[in-house]
C-alpha cells in the first residue's frame, strides 16, 4: 500500500505528455471554409473600406441533400463516442467556440457603416457551371405548412432556377428586396411572376429564406407576422416562403458569404442547386441588370436542356419586348 507521503509525490508530478497536449490542444487551429477572397473590415482600421467584386465561386463543394443542415444531431451513440475520443474533433469544435467568443458583440452592427453593411460587389457575369458551387439545404417551416411541421429546402430548389433571398429581419428584408423587389426591378418580377417560363413551365421562381435564430422573435413571426405575409404574398409562394431557426452555423455562413447576418443577401441558382451568382446589402443599378442578365441566361439554358424553345427565347419586360417583336418580324419578313 502506498503511503500518504509517495501518494502526495505521484500526483504532484506533471505529466509530460499530458502538458505537450494540454498545449497543442490550445494552440492548434483547424481550417475554416474557404472565403479568404472576399475582403472583409478590419476593426478600427478600415475607415474607409470599399466591398469588392466576388472573383471567385462561393458556396459548398458538395450537393445538398434532405436532411442535411437541419441542426439536430442524428449521431448515434456509438458515433457520439467514437467523436468525444476524437482528438480532431475536439480541435474542430474548440476552434468554434474560440471563434464564437471572440467575435464582439457589436461587430455586425459595426460594420454597417461601411457601405451599409454590404459584403461584397455582385460579379459582372455567372459563374462557369462547371466551376460554380452548391447551395446548402436548410430546413424550416413554410406559410404553406402547418406550425410544427419542417420543409427542405433543396426539394424546392432543384430543377428550377431560383432566385433566392436570405435575410434576418425588417432591414435585411429590404436591402434584398432592392435586388427582386417590383419596385426596384420591374422587368425581374415580370420574368419571376408574369412570364410564360414562370407560369407555365415553372422554368423559374423566388424564394425567400428568413433565418431567425432568436427564440422570442421567431414565436412573434409565428404569431403576428405569418398571417401578414400569408394575406401579402400570393397563393403560389406561401410554399416557397421558409423561416429557419436552426442549422445555419458558422461553416455554413463562411461557405456562401453570409458574413454578417444584418445584411440582406439575394443567390441566383441554377436547376442543379449551384450558385452562379451573388449579391449582397443594397443593390445598384448594375448589380440589378447583371442578376436580371443572368436569371434571363440560365431560362434559357433550362429551355434548351428540356427542348421546349429551339431558339432558347425567353419572355422579357419593358421597352426590350418591343424592340424583340420587332427582330422576330423582321426575321420573319
Same mark, same amino acid.
Given at each position: 500500500?502506498?503511503?500518504?507521503? #509517495?501518494?502526495?509525490?505521484?500526483r504532484?508530478?506533471p ?9 497543442q ?8 471554409p474557404?472565403?479568404?477572397?472576399i ?26 441533400r434532405? +436532411?442535411e ?10 458515433? #457520439?463516442?467514437?467523436?468525444f ?5 475536439? =480541435? &474542430? ?8 467568443f ?6 455586425e452592427?459595426?460594420n ?7 459584403s ?7 459563374f ?8 446548402p ?13 419542417? !420543409?427542405?429546402?433543396?426539394?424546392? =430548389?432543384?430543377g428550377n432556377v431560383?432566385? !433566392?433571398?436570405?435575410?434576418? +429581419?425588417t432591414?435585411a *428584408?429590404q436591402?434584398?428586396?432592392?435586388f427582386? +423587389?417590383?419596385?426596384d426591378?420591374a422587368d425581374l ?6 412570364? *410564360? *417560363? ?5 422554368a423559374?421562381q423566388?424564394v425567400d429564406i428568413? !433565418?431567425?435564430?432568436n427564440?422570442?422573435?421567431?414565436w412573434?413571426?409565428?404569431?403576428f ?7 401579402? =404574398?400570393p ?9 429557419v431557426?436552426?442549422?445555419?452555423? &458558422?461553416e ?10 444584418? !445584411?440582406g443577401?439575394?443567390y ?16 445598384d443599378?448594375?448589380e440589378?441588370?447583371?442578376? =436580371?442578365?443572368g436569371?434571363?441566361?440560365l431560362? &434559357? &439554358?433550362?429551355?434548351r436542356e428540356?427542348?421546349?424553345? +429551339?431558339? /432558347?427565347?425567353v419572355?422579357i /419586360?419593358? /421597352?426590350?419586348?418591343e424592340?424583340?417583336s *420587332?427582330?422576330?418580324?423582321?426575321a420573319?419578313?
Amino acid at each position: 500500500m502506498l503511503q500518504p507521503t #509517495r501518494l502526495l509525490s505521484l500526483r504532484a508530478k506533471p505529466n509530460n505528455s499530458c502538458i505537450l497536449c494540454f498545449h497543442q490542444a490550445f494552440h492548434t487551429t483547424t481550417p475554416r471554409p474557404d472565403t479568404a477572397h472576399i475582403p472583409r473590415p478590419k476593426p478600427g482600421k478600415d475607415s474607409h473600406f470599399k466591398p469588392q467584386p466576388l472573383t471567385r465561386p462561393i458556396g459548398l463543394p458538395h450537393p445538398p441533400r434532405a +436532411g442535411e443542415n437541419i441542426g439536430i444531431d442524428t449521431r448515434t451513440w456509438r458515433q #457520439r463516442r467514437a467523436d468525444f475520443f476524437n482528438h480532431d474533433k475536439h =480541435l &474542430e469544435r474548440r476552434q468554434q467556440l474560440v471563434t464564437k467568443f471572440a467575435t464582439p458583440y457589436f461587430r455586425e452592427w459595426t460594420n454597417m457603416r461601411h457601405a451599409k453593411g454590404k459584403s461584397f460587389v455582385a460579379p459582372p457575369r455567372l459563374f462557369r457551371a462547371e466551376r460554380a458551387l452548391y447551395f446548402p439545404n436548410l430546413r424550416g417551416r413554410t406559410l404553406a405548412s402547418p406550425s410544427a411541421s419542417q !420543409v427542405d429546402t433543396t426539394p424546392v =430548389l432543384a430543377g428550377n432556377v431560383s432566385v !433566392v433571398s436570405v435575410f434576418s +429581419g425588417t432591414w435585411a *428584408e429590404q436591402q434584398a428586396e432592392s435586388f427582386v +423587389g417590383a419596385k426596384d426591378n420591374a422587368d425581374l418580377h415580370e420574368l419571376l411572376f408574369c412570364s *410564360e *417560363e414562370a407560369q407555365r413551365h415553372g422554368a423559374i421562381q423566388r424564394v425567400d429564406i428568413n !433565418v431567425e435564430e432568436n427564440a422570442m422573435k421567431d414565436w412573434l413571426i409565428r404569431m403576428f407576422a405569418q398571417r401578414r405575409l400569408r394575406r401579402k =404574398l400570393p397563393v403560389q409562394q406561401h410554399g416557397r416562403y421558409f423561416v429557419v431557426t436552426k442549422g445555419v452555423g &458558422e461553416e455554413v455562413r463562411d461557405a456562401i458569404g453570409l458574413l454578417n447576418s444584418k !445584411v440582406g443577401y439575394v443567390y441566383l441558382l441554377d436547376g442543379k442547386c449551384r450558385i452562379r451568382w451573388a449579391g449582397s446589402g443594397v443593390a445598384d443599378e448594375e448589380e440589378r441588370r447583371g442578376l =436580371l442578365r443572368g436569371a434571363r441566361r440560365l431560362v &434559357e &439554358e433550362w429551355r434548351r436542356e428540356r427542348g421546349l424553345d +429551339g431558339d /432558347g427565347s425567353v419572355e422579357i /419586360g419593358g /421597352g426590350e419586348r418591343e424592340e424583340a417583336s *420587332e427582330r422576330v418580324a423582321a426575321a420573319a419578313a
